[in-house]
């Protein structure tokens, strides 16, 4: 039964302490971990510890420290649309092999664009800057104009 359920992986290396994404993330997990139609598996960092209290399968990795160089190289595999894990290192590669989708709770293109599997990034950071911005873009509209731009 375990090896037809999707393995869908959900990405949290993006939730810091004290912002928005890291409040998401914990309601997107605590939203999707009693769904028995897929298996959901947590990806961060090798020494993150607030996902241990979930009941699911945590992977942890520890990535490395040439930073700049791996963003450099991302880039330039964005502008070619090259969609190959140069820079990932065979054991991150073993950590995903298996993901059937990918979830990334911020903007991100680790690791699911670099090999070449489905993903869904959920913009909810956009939606909260510019949702007061449309509901009174359209209120605007439908009210003939009386209703003013005070932002």
Known sequence: MASTLNKIG???FAANNDNGVLNYTKS???ALKNDSTN???LFCNHNDDRYDNYDL???KLCKSNNYLI???IYLIQFIFFIRKPYMLTKDEINLFHDINFFISPAVSAYPHYFLNKPFCILLFMICKRNIIHIILHYMRDLSGGLITKHY
């Open 10 to 12: 959900i990405l949290t």
């Open 28 to 30: 997107l997990i605590d």
């Open 39 to 41: 298996k959901y598996i």
């Open 57 to 59: 399968e945590i992977r």
């Open 70 to 72: 791996k963003r450099i």
